[in-house]
């Protein structure tokens, strides 16, 4: 479907989170999160840029992606019309990196060419395999282990499949244990973010006696070769986030085993496109996945919601209720999660949700209009 731009609105938000989450590179209290605005024949389509506030997790951070954006993504899309969301990709692969930024405008015009198309996202995507997506939660380093089992207990009770704790060096095999003696047999799993290094291998191996789902990347965020020799020595699953930027980093992860699942995060892989081939990729190699989550507002949770019913996303994934995260999201309703700690999919054209406006309006610090 041919669309032709006319506009692309930036805007930065800042949304405070009802509880700080703190994993091994540091702690945050509030989000500044950038959303794409795209515009063409009086429709819109939205999306959300999913970097974080400091070039902590990858190299991108609110500012560096606010520039890419404005000065080589929007610049190339309104140059010339587009033959559909997928050309996205292609047209801004001149630029090294920057995936998240880019990610931000390639879900934006996936959105809009399902809503020209009068579909909802899941369908335009080739998704739908489900009605209701598994949820987990993920539940950061906490400031005493006390407070870490109470969170734990109230996610479970609340429904929730699975629970991820992040860890880092002096919060991981005693907190582990200490878990693993309240809950033994919830599904568990640990992130650690990329703080340990190669030479922790044995320090690592104590947490094969807690029967986890997964640890998810131990090592450094573009090492995939010490992770294939860290899983040879484990028997927990090594489950890669970081290291996972395109669909050749995941065939050589999966060929060198250097894990046996893969976290999918549409901002970490540029966009719905390369998403859709990162899951195509592992699952003709049997590696399940699930979806990753970066804190977002509700524009970004409806997108990974409509991601996570692609058929290879059998694992509980990081989307959760909004709820957990702001006292009012951007979206009516906001993302609501069921007892059965599901996320029921929703039939209105693109991502499924309506904006608030008013309160998007309340959140937003900078806006800039291109085209
Ligand atoms: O590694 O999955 C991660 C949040 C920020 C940066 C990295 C990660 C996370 C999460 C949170 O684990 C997932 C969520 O609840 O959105
Ligand atoms: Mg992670």
Known sequence: MAIKLDQIILRQLEMPLVHFFETSFGRTYSRKIILVEVRAEGLSGWGEVTCGENPFYNEEWTDSAWLILR????????????????????????????????????????DLEARMAGEPLWKRIGGGARREIPCGVSIGIQDSVDALLQKIEAETHAG????????????????IREVRKRFPSIKLMADANSAYRLEDIEHLRQLD?????????????DEIIDHARLQAALQ?????DECIRTAHHAEQAIRMQACRILNIKLGRVGGFTEAKRVHDVA???????????????????????????????VLPG?????????????????????????????????????IDHDQLAKVTVRTETIG
Request: hydrophobic content about 40%.
């Open 71 to 110: 000065d080589y993504v929007a610049p190339r899309l309104l140059a010339d019309r587009l033959e559909c969301a997928a050309e996205v990709g292609s047209r801004t692969a001149h630029i090294r990196g920057h995936q998240m930024a880019r990610g931000g405008a390639e879900v934006a015009v996936w």
């Open 160 to 175: 929730y499949q699975r629970i991820k704790i992040k860890i880092k060096p002096g919060w991981d095999v005693e907190v």
């Open 209 to 221: 006696e807690f029967y986890l789902m997964m640890i998810e990347q131990p090592l450094a965020h």
């Open 236 to 240: 927990t699953p090594i489950c890669l």
């Open 283 to 313: 699952q003709a190699h049997g590696i399940p996945v699930w979806c990753g989550g970066m804190l977002e507002s509700g524009i970004g949770r409806a997108h990974n919601v409509a991601l996570a019913t692609l058929p290879n996303f």
């Open 318 to 354: 990081d989307v959760s209720a909004s709820k957990r995260y702001w006292k009012q999201d951007i979206i009516e309703p906001p993302v609501e999660v069921t007892s059965q700690g599901t996320i029921v999919i929703r039939d209105e054209p693109g991502f499924g949700y309506a």
